[in-house]
């Protein structure tokens, strides 16, 4: 079964350095992490909604919204 991981971060800076830590450790095993925050582009993030719905994303790395 595959799983699907998403971190939430209280804020953008927070949320950049967790996405840099994970990304590092994980990057060598080829699993797909990604960053969702408020500046991120709607064309990334459609991008990222797709590897959500797809499954292909594995992790997410975000702010919370308000």
């Known amino acids: 079964m595959d799983r699907q991981a998403c971190l939430m971060a209280p804020t953008e800076i927070l949320a950049q350095q967790h996405f ?6 994980i990057l060598p095993l080829g ?14 993030r459609n991008e990222i909604h797709s590897g959500l719905m797809e499954g292909n994303l594995k992790i997410l790395v975000g702010t919370m919204l308000h």
């Open 20 to 25: 840099n830590s994970i990304q590092e450790l």
């Open 31 to 44: 699993i797909p992490v990604e960053l969702l925050t408020g500046s991120t582009s709607q064309a990334k």
